[in-house]
Each structure stands twice: as structure tokens, then as C-alpha cells.
T-cell receptor, first 113, second 108 residues
Framework: DAGVIQSPRHEVTEMGQEVTLRCKPI?????LFWYRQTMMRGLELLIY????????DSGMPEDRFSAKMPNASFSTLKIQPSEPRDSAVYFC???????????FGSGTRLTVV | GIQVEQSPPDLILQEGANSTLRCNFS?????LQWFHQNPWGQLINLFY???GTKQNGRLSATTVATERYSLLYISSSQTTDSGVYFC??????????FGAGTRLFVKA
């Protein structure tokens, strides 16, 4: 298995633009998580899905952020419009409720200028 | 909400030394994990350990759920152990809350 795959690895965009981050979880995992990591706030859980259904989105900072999981093999995190304070590393992770294997992707480093 | 506190925040070791990292949490949890983030940013799951003790090579972990703490032991440290060690707790299913981490540097 190739692990959790995130794209792009790096994204530089101008303030006000729409940004879409993508994640392919490990096949067979029924949980998917989106995290944001910054120096000031550490690792924050933004939202997580179980069997493609959003379970808890209380960590999503504001309405500019949205996440979808249209099927078991793909999820997106969208920021519209982006702001400089959204600059961070965004991680996707997937897990299996039966096997307790929790795997992170390599992250997307987002810079909003 | 639940608070997760890790100590020490920073640690410098000479290669070959042993160390203990601590994680305290403020409420009952469903599960607890330890992660290592290497200097290139990759996060690796080390242990799922809601209670008891587990060992994996030079690393071992102990969680005492009734007293709300977990310990990560690193023996015979190597330079490749450098990075940040995170404790994360699960509340209400799979909602995961991370501590601020312990930054470890192992000198050759």
C-alpha cells in the first residue's frame, strides 16, 4: 500500500484565491481526518469522517473552510477565500476502527501571500 | 475540553542515553497514542496504548489510565530519534486531541 497520499505537497497562492487540498486514504480504512499544524497552535483536528460521513467538524475554523468525502478513496479540504493566516501544513490521516492503524500523509504546506 | 500536557517541552540527549517523556491528560479517554514527527515533518504512529505497557524495540510506553498519564521510554537513544514526540488522546470515538509535543535532539 502506498500509504495516505496528499496533493499538492506545496501550494503558494494569493490572498483571496480558492485553495483545494486533496487526500487519498489507505484502502479499507473507514476513518479520515484533516489536521492543521502551525507553530502557534500545534496540531489541530479540523474535521473527521467515518464511512464518508462527516462526524465532527467543530475544529473547522470558519465558514471559509469546507471538506468533502464523496467516496471512500478521496477527500478534499477547500479554503475559499484564502487568507495569510491560513498558512500552515495541512495533514490528512486515515485509520481503521478494527485494526487501530493510524497513518498520516506527508502533508501539504500552504502559503498564502 | 480535555487538556493534554506533555513534559519536558525540550530535551537534549547524548547518543546512548535513556529518557522518559510524560503525557498528562485531564479527563478519561477512550484511547491514547504516541507519535514521532521526524525532522522532515513526517508523523509516524508509535503506539496505541489506552492502558498497560507495550514495547517496540528501544521504545516502550506505559499508560496508567486511572491516574491519567502516559510515559514514553526511549532507551539507548540514537540521532535518528531526534524530532518531536506527540501524545494524542481519543475522546468521544475517534476525536483526537494532540499535546504540544516534546522536542528531542540527540547529539552524536
Amino acid at each position: 500500500d502506498a500509504g495516505v497520499i496528499q496533493s499538492p505537497r506545496h501550494e503558494v497562492t494569493e490572498m483571496g484565491q480558492e485553495v483545494t487540498l486533496r487526500c487519498k486514504p489507505i484502502s479499507g480504512h473507514d476513518y479520515l481526518f484533516w489536521y492543521r499544524q502551525t507553530m502557534m497552535r500545534g496540531l489541530e483536528l479540523l474535521i473527521y469522517f467515518n464511512n464518508n460521513v462527516p462526524i465532527d467538524d467543530s475544529g473547522m475554523p470558519e465558514d471559509r473552510f469546507s471538506a468533502k468525502m464523496p467516496n471512500a478513496s478521496f477527500s478534499t479540504l477547500k479554503i475559499q477565500p484564502s487568507e495569510p493566516r491560513d498558512s500552515a501544513v495541512y495533514f490528512c490521516a486515515s485509520s481503521s476502527s478494527t485494526a487501530y492503524s493510524y497513518t498520516f500523509g506527508s502533508g501539504t504546506r500552504l502559503t498564502v501571500v | 475540553g480535555i487538556q493534554v500536557e506533555q513534559s519536558p517541552p525540550d530535551l537534549i540527549l547524548q547518543e546512548g542515553a535513556n529518557s522518559t517523556l510524560r503525557c498528562n491528560f485531564s479527563d478519561s479517554v477512550n484511547n491514547l497514542q504516541w507519535f514521532h514527527q521526524n525532522p522532515w515533518g513526517q508523523l509516524i504512529n508509535l503506539f496505541y496504548i489506552p492502558s498497560g505497557t507495550k514495547q517496540n524495540g528501544r521504545l516502550s510506553a506505559t499508560t496508567v489510565a486511572t491516574e491519567r498519564y502516559s510515559l514514553l521510554y526511549i532507551s539507548s537513544s540514537q540521532t535518528t530519534d531526534s524530532g518531536v514526540y506527540f501524545c494524542a488522546v481519543h475522546t468521544g470515538g475517534f476525536k483526537t486531541i494532540f499535546g504540544a509535543g516534546t522536542r528531542l535532539f540527540v547529539k552524536a
